[in-house]
């Protein structure tokens, strides 16, 4: 069975930190997404990696996959009150038409 | 707007009945899934359909069916409902095995 695990479950942290979201898996991604939800709403998609080793950069959120494809990063620069939410990431199950999330981190980031 | 559309946004219900969830997917995805979000939890994966056959399974109870129809729209069936039934379900559209896109959820509360 695949699954991505996420860490850590919750943070809470003062505005203008830093943080890392991490996403891992001990099978083979051919890609990853990462979504954010906020309270009552639809999770938003927010990017897609699909090249090992790849970095994207979403204004202060990086996104970086593994060399391997079996894990994934979430970093994000100088927090905001704004990027408080339920960060999941996701992606194709290899071989199977399930498409799978993982178990989630919730942000909470204080004014 | 992700153009995933969910009626109805609210539903409260007794024990014991039935409800149908609606969802029409993006114009030109194929794939719609169906997810279960109970308060502060991550997301179930229930079902997925694709052009209208079932093609993956989650953890969704014998109480609950869905189905997708010619024109990609799709109904999620939830038969003697239990208090713990009360949940969002969020319905998601995508071509296959890449990323998807969230309706805004219909939130179904069980009395």
Redesign the interface.
Known sequence: TQLLEQSPQFLSIQEGENLTVYCNSSSVFSSLQWYRQEPGEGPVLLVTVVTGGEVKKLKRLTFQFGDARKDSSLHITAAQPGDTGLYLCAGDGSGTYKYIFGTGTRLKVLA | D?G?TQTPKHLITATGQRVTLRCSPRSGDLSV?WYQQSL?Q??Q?LI?Y?NGEE??K?NILERFSAQQFPDLHSELNLSSLELGDSA?Y?C?S?V??????????T?LTVL
Not at chain 2, 96 to 105: A, H, I, L, T, V
């Open positions: 992700s995933v899934y502060d991550g997301l994966f997925q694709y093609r993956a989650g969002l969020f998601a995508s296959p095995r890449r990323e998807q896109f969230f309706g805004p959820g939130r």
